[in-house]
């Protein structure tokens, strides 16, 4: 009697209804133009998540806010992501939907136009939520496509895929002080420009991503016979996300305050500040994509390892640091921490396969999630304290990289 065939970790990394086009996919390379065209949009489309913060001077002084709403414009907006995306993540591994992406960055060119003309504090949370939903929509699906079009590259094209994120919300500071400063919360109206062209280029990428999905049988799904077990992959999932939230709130508190930190503590101009914040966030985007690759290579859970716990010694040093020690020390932090994303991203879905879009949405849900509470949360502590003292706490943040030791090491055809 002939045994039941069993499929591999790598094949079970693919969606379901994939197996065929991510075959071929691997057999001719890489899609570098959808892989091009998939991080230029998540470049477009995180830019001008990045103007929220970037304006937050701006608003601060204009509506007299405290750092607690602050923070609360960072939840709206973030938590709205977090919520939806492993929704939109379960609802696509049933159901791809090729134009979702285009559909969905209408919400963020609308959330732009509505915060260019926000005259109240409720009407400027809307504003951020709809920038959020469009940040829903668009990270599982994507991530998706991205993987499709890895050539079997998966940790390369996740890295490609973070790094148009990474700097994107990168530019943010830039374009806010060259442009939103000078001219005003109207301005930001402009940026509305920047969603229409990257619904073009979604639409585009809608249209090669429905061929790929077309309908067919699904394979058999069977556990790879040197895989761990269902309780090691809910413990390495539990640890994956707990790495996440130790890195994605040390980052949520640089963006959210970094630039009010040097404003206060070194009497910095506002554009100067949004200098040395782009010097951070495009540190990150650097290591976010030199991780992957390297993950590919040398393996995700030694990357993780560095990443986490190696950016320790920076953040203890930071809050005793003058200006210009503190702009080395962020770029550095901005390089190790950054370099884990796609190594956790892609651990987890090797660890799930067969819910592909959902442990996407789910893991990038958390990040923002996590982001838009930290900054909630650093912000009410700022209030009662002050914002030197915030970065001594989150400074412990990376000591979380201990829990490492405890993920499971994966058959290398996973890798």
């Not at 390369?156 to 374009?175: E, I, K």
Request: with cysteine; hydrophobic share 55%.
């Amino acid at each position: 009697m002939n045994k039941p065939a069993v499929v591999s970790q790598e094949t079970l990394t693919e969606p379901i209804t994939d197996v065929t086009a991510a075959a071929k996919a691997r057999t001719v390379g890489p899609a570098y133009v959808v892989l091009a065209g998939i991080s230029l949009s998540h470049f477009l489309n995180d830019t001008m998540q990045s103007l929220i913060p970037s304006v937050y001077p701006i608003l601060k002084d204009s509506y007299a806010l405290d750092f607690a709403q602050i923070g609360m414009i960072t939840l709206a907006f973030q938590f709205t992501a977090s919520l939806l995306q492993p929704l939109v993540g379960h609802f696509t591994d049933k159901k791809a939907q090729p134009f979702s992406l285009a559909i969905g960055m209408g919400s963020t060119f609308f959330g732009l136009l509505l915060l260019s003309i926000a005259q109240h504090y409720l009407v400027i949370l809307l504003a951020a939520a709809l920038v959020g939903l469009g940040s829903a929509v668009f990270h599982p699906e994507s991530a998706r496509i991205a993987r499709l079009a890895s050539g079997g590259r998966y940790g390369f094209a996740q890295s490609v895929f973070q790094v148009g994120g990474s700097f994107g919300t990168s530019m943010g500071p830039l374009l806010a002080a060259a442009i939103v400063v000078p001219f005003g919360q109207a301005s930001i109206a402009w940026f509305s420009s920047i969603a229409f062209v990257a619904i073009l280029i979604l639409w585009r990428i809608g249209r090669w991503y429905g061929p790929q999905i077309t309908a067919k049988k699904p394979m058999p799904i069977h556990a790879h016979p040197d895989g761990p077990s269902s309780r090691r992959v809910a413990i390495a999932l539990a640890v994956l996300v707990a790495l996440l939230f130790s890195k994605q709130l040390y980052v949520s508190s640089l963006s959210s305050y970094y630039i009010f930190y040097l404003i206060d503590k070194f009497g910095v101009s506002t554009q100067a500040a949004q200098i040395y914040l782009f010097a951070f966030l495009a540190a990150n985007a650097v290591g976010a994509f030199l991780g992957g690759p390297v993950g590919d290579r040398f393996g995700r859970k030694y990357v993780i390892w560095f990443s986490i716990l190696g950016a320790l010694p920076f953040t203890l040093a930071l809050p005793y640091a003058g200006l210009a020690l503190s702009a080395v020390l962020t770029i550095i932090i901005g390089l190790v921490i950054s370099s884990a994303t796609s190594s956790i991203i892609v651990f987890a879905q090797e660890l799930v396969p067969h819910r592909f879009g959902m442990i996407s949405g789910v893991f990038f849900g958390v990040a923002f999630g996590i982001g838009g509470l930290g900054a909630a949360v650093l912000g009410e502590l700022a209030d009662h304290t002050s914002l030197g003292f915030v970065y001594q706490v989150c400074a412990y943040l990376p000591a979380i990289g201990l829990l490492a030791v405890f993920l499971p090491k994966l058959p290398h055809q996973a890798r």
